[in-house]
């Protein structure tokens, strides 16, 4: 095998590890009530956050390590990895505050606030 | 007229909207607007990316296709298949959609399994032809719009593995029902798009010598 389908395959082993994360992190939402679920009132807006601006600077620092690359080496480890981790820390940290959201609009934290 | 009141049009959209709009009856659901208004963008996005490729085509004398040296692509077998396993998947998903329309949450889990399974083999797949391609992104004009072109769009299937995780956790934990599932409708719209900007991708890249 050589280095380039080496490559291919560490990209397709970080892919199903990232859904793993995904599938564990979302299944620990927990059971949703059987009936209906009411929306709150009012419009329900997601909090002020960082994760939408750090998922396209992960995305710049992972092309940036396929393209500034050595001439022997697949990618340029020190921008593709931390590129990797930023990716990684903001699908993770998206998907907990979007189980935070849910589970708060369950408890209908924010009925009390149009316009949240 | 009051916004609450259902009129003849509205009682005649069918299960689908029904299940799509909030419980006040006041038209499409935030979540499924949010995510048509995303296609549109996503469609501006690769009609750039698609722009690029044919302006690239039209400015290179010679032959277009794969550096000397490297094969030429070829569509059968493995794009050919990649395609039939993306095709399937709009299928299976769509299958989860009716199912979940219907209440019948076990079908909706195995459909959206299915789904992320073909995903993921489409995936694999599009990794394997890239380690046997013989030619690398920084390879020529072609190597570089065939690679940013198919590269985008495995993302965005990638995008959509992700979405259908959550699907599948959620669906796992009973969290859709046949009054709430919008999630799996928007999920499904995305899904649907990935597949067809996959077979206009397709045909161009390998049947538009």
């Known amino acids: 095998m050589n280095d380039t389908a080496v490559g291919f395959a560490l990209l397709g082993i970080g892919m199903l590890f990232v859904l793993g994360l995904v599938f564990v992190v979302s299944s620990r939402a927990g059971r949703a009530p059987r009936g209906p679920v009411t929306p709150p009132a009012g419009v329900h807006l997601p909090p002020p956050s960082l994760l939408p601006p750090l998922m396209p600077v992960a995305g710049i620092l992972l092309f940036a390590g396929l393209a500034f690359r050595p001439e022997d080496q697949f990618a340029n480890f020190f921008i593709l990895v931390p590129g990797l981790l930023l990716f990684v820390a903001g699908i993770v940290g998206w998907v907990r505050a979007a189980n935070r959201e849910w589970t708060d609009t369950e408890r209908g934290s924010h009925h009390d606030a149009p316009g949240h | 007229m009051s916004v609450d009141a259902p009129t003849s049009q509205t009682a005649d959209m069918g299960p689908r909207l029904e299940a799509a709009r909030p419980q006040d009856n006041r038209g499409l659901s935030i ?179």
């Open chain 2, 31 to 209: 979540p499924l607007v949010g995510m048509l208004l995303f296609i549109a963008s996503e469609m501006m996005f690769f009609g750039g990316l698609f722009a690029a490729y044919f302006n690239a085509r039209a400015s290179t004398p010679g032959e277009w296709g794969p550096p000397p040296g490297a094969e030429e692509l070829s569509p059968v077998p493995l794009a050919a298949i990649l395609t039939v396993i993306l095709i399937a998947s709009s299928f299976t998903m769509q299958f989860g959609v009716w199912a979940i329309r219907r209440g019948d949450q076990g079908k909706l889990r195995m459909w959206v399994g299915v789904t992320l399974l073909l995903g993921i083999l489409f995936l694999s797949g599009q990794l394997y032809d890239y380690s046997q391609l013989g030619f690398g992104i920084g390879d020529g004009i072609f190597g570089t719009t065939f690679y940013t072109l198919t590269g985008f769009h495995g993302a965005h299937v990638f995008g959509g593995a992700v979405g259908m995780t959550i699907l599948f956790a959620r669906a796992s934990s009973g969290q859709f029902s046949a009054r709430n599932h919008v999630a799996v409708e928007a999920i499904s719209m995305y899904w649907h798009f990935v597949d067809v900007v996959w077979v206009a991708l397709f045909s161009i890249i390998y049947f538009l010598k």
